[in-house]
């Protein structure tokens, strides 16, 4: 297991959710006629940070049972 500091998960959760911000974003763009909404940002935002939530929420479910056992050992 390659041990990572915090402030290599912050960048690296901090740049996931800036693209993954972008990406929803371009998408509403090209969805924008059939979609209308008050607050596109608010939206966007919100979309994104349940999507890199429940991506970490499955991450963390499919750990395999051997690994944590290696840590209680």
Known sequence: ???ISYEEFTTFIENFYLQSIKELKE???IDKEERCC???REG???NS???VMGNVNMIIED???KKLDKIWE
Do not use: Q
Request: glycine share 0%; no cysteine.
């Open 1 to 3: 297991m390659k041990e």
């Open 27 to 29: 998408m509403d763009e």
């Open 38 to 40: 008050d607050n596109e």
């Open 44 to 46: 966007v935002e919100l």
């Open 49 to 51: 940070h349940e999507n």
């Open 63 to 65: 750990i395999d049972v």
